[in-house]
C-alpha cells in the first residue's frame, strides 16, 4: 500500500490550500482515512478522518468549521481542504489509513497502519 500526499506550501494567515492523497496497492474504498499532523517540536496530533464511503467525517476541536475532508473512491485521493489558515496550522501533514476494514473512522493513531510521506504547510503571519 502507497499513500502520496501533496498540495502543501506557503500561504499567508487567512489563506487556504487543498492537500490531496493518492493511495495505491489495495481497495481504497474499502477502508475509512485520516488526516494527521505534525508541528515542529511537537507530538503528531489528529486532524480529520473519513469513512469508506464518506458519510461520516470527524475533527480535530483546533480545525472544526475550517478543514473539510472529502474523498473520491474513483480516483482513489483523499482530500483535506484548509480554509482560514492560521499560523499555529503550520506543520508537516500526512495522510494515513488503517489496516482493519472494521474502523468506521479513527482518531487515534494507534489504529493507522499506513502513512504517506508528509507534506509542508507553512502559515505565515
Known amino acids: 500500500v502507497q499513500l502520496q500526499a501533496f498540495g502543501g506550501g506557503l500561504v499567508q494567515a487567512g489563506g487556504y490550500l487543498t492537500l490531496s492523497c493518492a493511495a495505491s496497492g489495495r481497495t481504497f474504498s474499502n477502508y475509512a482515512m485520516g488526516w494527521f499532523r505534525q508541528a515542529p517540536g511537537k507530538e503528531q496530533e489528529f486532524v480529520a478522518t473519513?469513512?469508506?464511503?464518506?458519510?461520516?467525517?470527524d475533527y480535530a476541536d483546533s480545525v472544526k468549521g475550517r478543514f473539510t475532508i472529502s474523498r473520491d473512491n474513483a480516483k482513489n485521493t483523499v482530500y483535506l481542504q484548509m480554509n482560514s489558515l492560521k499560523p499555529e496550522d503550520t506543520a508537516v501533514y500526512y495522510c494515513?489509513?488503517?489496516?482493519?476494514?472494521?474502523?468506521?473512522?479513527?482518531?487515534?493513531?494507534?489504529?493507522?497502519?499506513?502513512w504517506g510521506q508528509g507534506t509542508q504547510v507553512t502559515v505565515s503571519s
Open positions: 473519513i469513512s469508506r464511503r464518506g458519510g461520516t467525517t
Open positions: 494515513a489509513s488503517p489496516s482493519n476494514v472494521n474502523y468506521i473512522i479513527a482518531t487515534m493513531t494507534q489504529r493507522y497502519y499506513y
